[in-house]
């Protein structure tokens, strides 16, 4: 049998930073394989060279562990000149083969041809679902396994309106969210924009038990970099206080809250006396000294918790992420604490990535 594609979706204009991501995932298991990436499409194709190593990827594949990818599945069939009377009959023939998926996700590219196939996309979920659940091959309820032994998610991917690829992700593996995209209102009292990115990172980035055990009333935060306020207004509408760090003026509104603190320090140097139950960074600066920053207050556990965003104006956005992400674990371990991490080019970033540490406490008995 000919090898299929594995499909990753990325932000336009991101594709060679994806597909060096994937090929360094590819490599550090030893499966050999090639990208296919067109600029500012949206999407890659990787292709493996035999079975084996399809199989190899498909089962460590995990969105967690991938920066650059929004969303994945194993392409196992690519339909073109579908008629615009029944395109369900033969996207069924293949679905057939894959067997029963517990989820359905009808989806398109966030490029400009994607986005007008928006409308088609949702409309055409409906028939679809319901030709699926029909024939029993969408099921919340039975169990059921596709081919590699995995309760799968199905994916159709719709390029045009008559030309989609048809595959599977193992389920919670991949996005549930279609396009892999968060979408999230700006609160219309936000200072800024760039409000959501935080929103986002707090939702994608960390896990529900962490997010109780951080955002309690009270509970206090440190945003270096903050004005006019887009990040602080989301650590305060989580009920925390704030001290803020920037030169430049903070929203009004916002520090009528009564909050926040507001200090005009130097956001490298400047460190607070007792720890913070979480530690934001938005500055625009050299990602590899945001890191080191990030580090710096790890290592001297003023706070468990640090989200922050490293800006990527060069090229090589991916090594340099892979960099500055590797010093940082060293550092940490260099001083043996224990930590993860996650980071992710989130829908609401543009030129940039978020990245979540968390080091972790030694259980007390
Ligand atoms: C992208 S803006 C932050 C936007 C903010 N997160 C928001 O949501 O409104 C970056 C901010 O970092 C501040 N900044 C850059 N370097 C700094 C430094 N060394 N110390 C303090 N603030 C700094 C700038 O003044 C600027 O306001």
Redesign the pocket.
Known sequence: MSQTPFIFFCRPGFESDCAAEIQAFANAYDLAGYANAQPNTGYVRFQLFDAISEQRLFAELDLVDLIFVRQWFWAKAELTGLAAEDRVSPIMKFCADIGIAKSLLVEHLDNDSGRGLSRFCKKFSTPLTIALEKQGLLSKKTPGECAEGRESQLHILFLANDHCLIGYSPLGKASALKGGILRLKSPKD??????L??DEAIQVLISNKQRKAVFRLGHTAV???????????QLVQRGMQVTA????PM?KRLMATEHVIHL???????MPEKPVHIL?C????KPSLVAKLMAKWLVAAKTEHAVF?LKLPMKKRFQEVSDCIGEMCEQLEEHEINYYWQAKHLYHDREEVTVYFRRKMPRQN
Not at 223 to 233: F, Q
Not at 245 to 248: A, E, F, L, S, T
Not at 264 to 270: D, H, I, K, S, V
């Open positions: 936000a200072p800024s924009r760039s409000s990115k935080l945003d270096l970099g903050a004005a006019p306020g887009g990040w602080t207004y760090i920037d030169n430049g929203d005009r320090e130097n956001a490298l140097t400047w934001v938005d500055m625009v600066e965003n």
